[in-house]
């Protein structure tokens, strides 16, 4: 059976492509959606995405992953990142490896994205590459 990874995207990555494009860039969340489902298929994978702007459904979505047999979540936060005990909780309880993934280099932008709640407990974090960073991140959670 395939692996099957999760890639879950945080609040306003719906608007990757047309927001702040000079820290995010010009690639929209369908293309980098469509580029993870490609990817997926060369490594013979199975990828699920899903966004969402609500703390407590990226909750559920996590919780869910425990029981419907996803083995790895690649997961860019968004703004909960710098803010989510939930969002860290669920992880820990679920107990499913992740990777922690940003669009943009956080340790260069304001202080208060320096923190995260999440990547103590994440086999690994990406900063800084742009939408490549999800396709990193697919190729090493197809790998693991
Ligand atoms: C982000 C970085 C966060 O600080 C920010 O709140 C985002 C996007 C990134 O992909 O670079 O929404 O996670």
Redesign the pocket.
């Known amino acids: 059976m395939a692996q099957r990874i999760l890639v879950l995207h ?4 719906n608007l990757l492509g047309t927001r702040e494009p000079q820290v ?1 860039g010009n690639v929209t969340l369908a293309q980098v959606d469509e580029r993870l489902a490609e990817l997926a298929r060369t490594l013979g994978v199975a990828v699920e995405t899903g966004q969402s702007n609500h703390e407590g459904e990226l909750v559920d979505r996590i919780q869910r992953a425990g029981h419907d047999g996803v083995q790895f979540i690649i997961i ?4 909960y ?2 803010t989510s005990v939930a969002l860290r909780d669920a992880l820990a309880g679920v107990a499913i490896p992740y990777v922690e ?4 280099n ?1 340790y260069k ?1 304001e202080p208060f ?1 320096h923190h995260s709640y999440l990547s103590d407990q994440a086999v690994g974090v990406i ?1 800084g590459l742009g939408p490549f960073g999800y396709e990193a991140a697919l190729r090493f959670a197809a790998a693991y």
């Open positions: 945080g609040p306003n990555l995010y860019n936060a968004g703004a990142t710098h993934v940003h669009v943009s956080v932008r994205r900063a």
